[in-house]
C-alpha cells in the first residue's frame, strides 16, 4: 500500500487508537490541495473524508455566513456546532435561524451542563467577575464532550486576522492534542476584500449588529461596541485581560476543565 493510501485509511480508521493524523499528514493534505479553490478543498474534507469525521463550529458571528453558506453548497448535512451559552444577543440568535432556513444548516446547538450551572453559576453572573470561568461551564466544556467522536474540525480563521496568523495553512495539528486532531482552514488565504466580495456575490445577510458598530460579537454582556479606530476585537471583554473566547489552558481557569483538543473557533 502506498503512503498516501495509507494515511488516507487511518484518517478513517476507528480502531486505530495512535493519533489520529501526524505532521506530515497535514503536509500532504495542504500540497494536495495546494492551488485549488476553496471549494474543491471543502469537497475533499467533505465528501471525499480525507480528515475523517468533521464539524464546524460557527458562533454566527460577523462573517460567518460565507464559510456556513460554501459548508452548505458542498454538504448542508455537515454538522455545525453552535454553543448556545444562553447569553447570546437576541439578534444573533435570530440571524442563525435565519441562516438556518436559507442554507438548509445542519445545526447542533450545545448547551452547558444544566447541574454544573447550576452549583458554579447559580446567580448568572458570573461572567461578571469571573468570564474565563463563564467560558469554562457555558463552552470549553460542552463542546469538549462533542468533540470526542470528532477526528476534526473547520474553523473560520483566516491569515490577514492577526499578525499571528499570518501564513495560517489550511491543514494543521493542534500539537496539544494527543489525538492529533486536524484543524482545518478554508479560509485561511481569503482578505476582508474577498470576504466582502463573497457576501455581495451570494447576497448574504449581513448579522444586523454589525451596522450597529458591532465588528465582533459574542455573548451579549461581554461584548460591546466598538469606536472608530478601536482594534475590531477591542469590544470583547473589555476592561479584562481576557483576548479569546473560550480559549484556556489545560486546567484553567479552576482546575476542572480541560481544551477541547483542536478546539480553536472563531467568535
Not at 456556513?68 to 440568535?93: C, M, N, Q, R, Y
Not at 495539528?173 to 476584500?193: C, F, H, M, V, Y
Amino acid at each position: 500500500m502506498s503512503s498516501g493510501a495509507s494515511a488516507t485509511a487511518r484518517a478513517v480508521d476507528r480502531i486505530d487508537t495512535g493519533p489520529r493524523f501526524s505532521e506530515a499528514d497535514a503536509v500532504r493534505l495542504n500540497r494536495l490541495y495546494r492551488g485549488s479553490d476553496t471549494r474543491e478543498m471543502l469537497a475533499g474534507v467533505l465528501k471525499d473524508r480525507v480528515a475523517g469525521d468533521v464539524a464546524v463550529v460557527s458562533s454566527f458571528g460577523a462573517e460567518s455566513a460565507v464559510l456556513l453558506h460554501l459548508i452548505a453548497s458542498v454538504d448542508p448535512t455537515t454538522p455545525v456546532l453552535f454553543l448556545e451559552t444562553g447569553k447570546h444577543f437576541p439578534e444573533t440568535l435570530a440571524y442563525r435561524d435565519l441562516l438556518i432556513e436559507r442554507l438548509g444548516l445542519n445545526v447542533i446547538n450545545l448547551t452547558p451542563d444544566a447541574e454544573l450551572l447550576a452549583k458554579r453559576d447559580e446567580s448568572g453572573l458570573r461572567w461578571s467577575y469571573d468570564p474565563d470561568g463563564c467560558c469554562d461551564i457555558c463552552k470549553v466544556q460542552p463542546l469538549a464532550k462533542a468533540m470526542v467522536a470528532l477526528d476534526a474540525t473547520i474553523t473560520g480563521r483566516k491569515g490577514f486576522q492577526s499578525a499571528t496568523r499570518a501564513g495560517l495553512p489550511r491543514f494543521e495539528i493542534d500539537k496539544t492534542d494527543s489525538q492529533g486532531r486536524l484543524k482545518i482552514n478554508p479560509l485561511a488565504d481569503w482578505n476582508s476584500e474577498i470576504v466582502a466580495a463573497y457576501f455581495a456575490e451570494h447576497d448574504l445577510p449581513a448579522h444586523p449588529l454589525v451596522a450597529e458598530g458591532y465588528p465582533s460579537i459574542g455573548c451579549s454582556p461581554c461584548t460591546s461596541k466598538v469606536a472608530p479606530g478601536e482594534d475590531p476585537r477591542s469590544g470583547r471583554w473589555r476592561g479584562w485581560e481576557k483576548t479569546e473566547c473560550g480559549i484556556h489552558v489545560p486546567g484553567q481557569p479552576d482546575g476542572t476543565s480541560e481544551l477541547p483538543p483542536g478546539f480553536d473557533p472563531v467568535f
